[in-house]
Structures are given as structure tokens and as C-alpha cells.
């Protein structure tokens, strides 16, 4: 039981559990379980408190790293990134333990130069080949790869021969322009040499991706361009895909690959681009085994025609769930375990299909 010292002592005495000071009496391990559960703000606090202390919140914080650097004419240096990256690069017990690195980058300024970014670059290239242990990776790097010259594109730069043993997540992104320079079999070969991967995005990869069969074997959710999804999926266990682009991108070509994965894909989101309610039939009569299915539709006048272009294995009549706002409405095949996320553009409650 946790006794504090008595009310008129400074506020400098150690915390006792017992007679000994709290951070002699407990075990690294038990504090390490206790710090795992807590808020960076208070382990910022802890650190503070003694050595042991210290020590431990330390490992804590750098475990699971999370940064989001606003650049903008004032502040175009991704500092963050810069002094973390730095002190992973600088500590090697804390790049160690480092199972989870979140790192994106929002520009706000239309004259950014790559040279402000350069020195982040460099550390996070750096840091990132001490980074064993990691299990997550998220790396957002904005305008990085509309500002790079060098031909090839600003992750690959970063990730090439880089491994990661134990990477579950992995989402890659960057600003994109014409003319910016795209992934090639860098990504390719990095992605092959990770096959623990289960979770993959790929936001600005706009082409396909050429992986061997046996690449990839455990992937189940996927996030990224039709073209994209399509060379990646076939063969793969995915259930779970979410496609980013125009719904003309999605074509009679690359969708029916997509449902070659090996096993039933259960859940498709196209919540990130506009869809009209050809897309939604198409989607129907290729991919039937959907379960969940989440759309923005594009024309608010075509609700009754565009549900009613859905089926699934026992055609069911469509019905929308008034009781959901009308900007996010769920429809919900009568019969059936299948339901159909719609977010439209206020469409008047009551609407139903056929």
C-alpha cells in the first residue's frame, strides 16, 4: 500500500511503500507495467522525480513515439522529428525498445525547401536502422517528395535497407505533383522482406506494386489505389480494403483482381472518393461476399437507383435506417447479415430502394 510522508514534510521526501523509497522498493518490471499504462504528460513528470525513474519513463515514452510537425513559412524545420530521430539515433537503449514510430508532416507554406527538411531526413534515415523492435510504422513526410530531385521517391530514400522483424503496420504517404518522382521496386523489395506485415497503406502509390506470390502472406487489410490493390491483393488473405483516388480509377480490369485474394474480402470502404452508382453495381456482382461496405455517393438525386443495383447472395430489398443522420445513413438489406454504410449529401429521410 503507497504511504505518503507526513503533511509537513517538504515536498522534495521520496514516496515510501513501507519504509523504502517507492522507486527502490518496486521492480523495474512492475514499474515498467505501471508506466506502460500511464499518459506521455505524466511521464514527462515521472522522468523527473529520480535516476530510476527516469530511466524507466524514459523507455516508456520512446516505445510508442507519435509526432505531427506543422511546417510553415515561420517554422519550415521539422524539429520534432529532428531532436527525436536524434536521440534514438544517440541512445541505443531507447531506439531498442522503440515498437511503435508515428511520424507526419503537414505543410503550410507554398515555399518550402527540401534543404529545412534535409537534416530530418537524414536523422529519421538514421534512427530508423537502429529501430529493431519496431512493430508499427507510419511515415506521412508532406511535401518532402514534391520538393525531391534525386529521382527517386523520398521513402524509398529513407526505408531502402532497412528491416524490421516484427512489423505488423506500415502506411506510407507523401504530398504528390506532377512530376514527383514515383516508387519503384525499392518499395517492392522492402515490402517482400517484411512478410509479418498484416496491415498495409499505401496513400500515393498510384500504379501497381510487383511483389513475388509468396510475398506478403499474412496481409489482411489493405488501403491504397485500385491499380494498386489490384497487384496486391490476388493470392493474399486480405478482408479488410479501403481504395483512395476517383471512382474512375476503379475499372472493369483491376476489380475483379481484387477479388482473387484467398480469402472472402469482408469489408471495402470507398468513403474516400466520390461514387457513382455504376461503381456500386459493379461492386455487387464482382465482390457479392462483402459484408460491410462504406461509399460517398456522388449525386444525390441517384440514391433509389444506386441501392438498387446492390445484391447479395440472397437478394434482398434495400431500406435505409432512418434513425442514423441523414448524412450518414446505414443501409441494411432486409434478410441478411450484410449492411452498407452510405454517406451521401443529405439525402431526405425515408428514401429507401426498391
Known sequence: MLEESPSDSSVDDPILLGNLPIDIALPNETLSAIFDQLSPAALSVLSRVSQRFRAVAERALYASISITDALSESSPVPFKTLRCCQTLFAHRHLANGAKKLH???????????????????????????????????????????ILNEAGVHILERIIDGCAFPNLRQCAFSADWAKGSPPYSNILAAFLTAHPSLRQLRLSDHHGPVSLPPEALPHLSSFRGSPDAAASILPGRPVTVLALVGQDSDVTRVNLPRMAHTSVPLHQLD???????????????????????????????????????????????????????????????????????LCEGYGFPPGTSGS
Open 103 to 145: 511520424i507526419r508532416w503537414q505543410s503550410r507554406s507554398s515555399s518550402q525547401s527540401l534543404n529545412h527538411l534535409a537534416p530530418a531526413l537524414q536523422a529519421l534515415r538514421d534512427a530508423l536502422y537502429n529501430l529493431a523492435a519496431l512493430e508499427s510504422l507510419e511515415l506521412g513526410l508532406g511535401p518532402a517528395n
Open 270 to 340: 470507398l468513403s474516400a472518393m466520390s461514387v457513382r452508382p455504376v461503381l456500386l453495381q459493379n461492386v455487387s456482382a464482382i465482390l457479392p461476399g462483402v459484408r460491410v461496405l462504406k461509399v460517398k455517393l456522388a449525386l444525390r438525386h441517384t440514391l433509389h437507383y444506386a441501392l438498387s443495383g446492390i445484391t447479395s447472395p440472397r437478394p434482398p430489398s434495400m431500406a435505409l435506417d432512418t434513425r442514423t443522420p441523414p448524412k450518414s445513413c446505414l443501409c441494411v438489406p432486409r434478410g441478411t447479415p450484410h449492411a452498407y
